[in-house]
């Protein structure tokens, strides 16, 4: 007989479907996430909700994600755990969900821009990267010339 | 390596890139209850912030609050513990045992006088001397007394630090108080819970760590961010409650349609806590959704404070109130309690539907 793990996930619980109720979170979320998006089409300013700090109604979370769904672009990072990143069916508007290395939530937020703010390469990752591309090409040149 | 060198050279040294960190921030922000977008400013802040010391002393208490913390999902205890601050004592946690875990403690208070962070979870017992509680030959008090000299800061978590919490329910046999009733000449933050939330926890010492100071206090000395509001106020059965939906019994209809439990006992109009939102076990639930009211747990003396099943609406006599109909002419008293069990028993053998009043004796 296997054992349960300690983990969350490894409890078999049951859950009913939920997906009929709901207190009113859903469509109060897309009003905001409409007045966001009108605010980034018109001058470009960004926003970002935490879900975290929302009250949601069992099932009102997976009805959110139905109400997004998904669009065009999805994309994975892998920085101290995964983060996943979705556009929704509206363009501007992404659902960015970070893990921890042990696949728990950490972060989960809706944000609107043109471009979620974590998948811009960083300053200082760049300048890092510059260094270690400079260093191969300074290694091949030194063997290069050895072999010369 | 300097164990106090600046978070920033740490991470560098363990190639944790900067969006990595970034990410990290995100969370944080996610943590600290603060905009989000405030991401950036965080990783600004905490790329040059230096570690603090960081003593924990546990006095009279049940370990749930490092429970709490060892079970905090968001971050992981290893970023909290060994990235963010250097906890250089707690007696439960570390390997140290005897004479070189009280010599670590004594170190630490001596290299970081006026710098380090004092937690501390478990009230303090002050009857016959506070006899009732030491550590190494030390009452609770004397301990308290002497370390908190040296500290900025003193972090009393869990209820009991708070505000005396179960040590100090009536008849309070060991005279158990607060940190708050000892020490008064050092800034005191009030983590209270039974347990606390564990990212309220981490939450502070994170705000500690980026702003160098200590989030604003409500005048429980609580921070504002988890507890500015109520539970009621931020409950996803608050709509119900406006409504005038209540759950009458635990296993009637309403309870089943997921109706506000107040006239069940909920005490979430007067807790002041994070649990509605911030949720438990890795924000899988509360207890509320689980279908049971709000204990108060992280109120000052929610023990005493009537039955956990009686309406926040209802007098705070609340035997007097069940006596009313069931045992019209009966002495009250004994014979009220003996009537109740009598008919929760009853109700129990008969399969019927308990009512509020059948629980409460």
């Not at chain 2, 009857?127 to 009732?132: E, H, M, T």
């Amino acid at each position: 007989m296997k054992l349960p793990g300690n983990n969350l996930k490894d409890i078999p619980v049951k859950t009913d479907n939920a997906e009929e109720y709901s207190v009113g979170n859903i469509r109060a979320l897309q009003a905001e996430i409409a007045a966001c998006l009108e605010k980034l089409a018109e001058t470009g300013e960004t926003g970002i909700i935490d879900l975290n700090s929302l009250p949601f109604a069992p099932g009102e979370y997976e009805q959110l994600r139905q109400a997004l769904g998904q669009g065009e672009v999805s994309a994975r990072i892998e920085a101290i755990g995964p983060s996943e990143i979705i556009e929704t069916r509206y363009p501007g508007v992404w659902w960015v969900t970070h893990y921890n290395v042990e696949g728990d939530i950490v972060a989960d937020l809706i944000e609107i821009s043109w471009i979620p703010e974590i998948m811009k390469s960083q300053p200082d990752d760049i300048r890092t990267g510059l260094e270690l591309l400079r260093a191969q090409l300074d290694d091949a040149l030194i063997n290069d010339e050895v072999q010369q | 390596m300097n164990d106090h060198d600046t978070l920033g050279e740490r991470l560098a040294q363990q190639g944790v890139s900067r969006r990595a960190f970034l990410k990290f921030c995100t969370a944080m922000a996610s943590l600290m209850a603060l905009p989000p977008g405030s991401a950036n400013a965080i990783a600004e802040a905490l790329i040059k912030a230096k570690r603090p010391s960081v003593i924990w002393l546990s006095f009279q208490e049940c370990t749930g609050c490092t429970e709490s913390l060892t079970r905090s999902y968001s971050p992981t205890l290893e970023n909290m513990i060994f990235d963010m601050i250097s906890l250089d004592y707690h007696h439960t946690l570390q390997a140290a045992s005897g004479y070189g875990a009280e010599k670590s403690r004594q170190d630490a208070m001596e290299n970081f006088f006026g710098k380090y962070l004092l937690v501390v979870d478990g009230s303090i017992p002050l009857k016959d001397n506070g006899i009732y509680s030491t550590i190494a030959g030390r009452t609770n008090l004397d301990l308290l007394q002497d370390v908190a000299k040296g500290a900025a800061a003193v972090i009393a978590v869990g209820t009991c630090a708070a505000f005396g919490g179960i040590p100090n329910a009536k008849p309070n046999p060991t005279g158990a108080v607060a940190v708050s009733n000892i020490i008064k000449d050092k800034p005191i933050i009030n983590i209270s819970g039974c347990p606390p939330i564990p990212a309220v926890i981490t939450g502070v010492l994170a705000h500690y760590l980026t702003f160098g100071s200590l989030p604003e206090l409500d005048e429980l000395g609580r921070p504002k961010s988890y507890y500015g509001e109520t539970i009621h106020d931020r409950c996803y059965r608050r709509p119900f409650y406006d409504q005038g939906k209540f759950a009458k019994s635990f296993d009637d209809e309403g309870a089943r349609n997921g109706w506000c439990l107040f006239e069940l006992g909920c005490k979430g109009p007067t807790t002041h806590n994070a649990c509605a939102t911030t949720k438990w076990n890795g924000g899988t639930s509360f207890p509320i959704e689980s279908g049971h009211g709000c204990l108060g747990c992280s109120e000052p003396h929610f023990w005493d404070a009537g039955s956990f099943y009686s309406a926040l609406s209802m007098p705070a006599s609340p035997l007097k109130l069940a006596t009313g109909g069931a045992v019209a002419g009966a002495a009250v008293g004994i014979g009220a309690s003996v009537a109740n069990r009598m008919k929760k028993n009853a109700a129990k053998s008969a399969h019927e539907t308990s009512t509020i009043a059948d629980l409460e004796k």
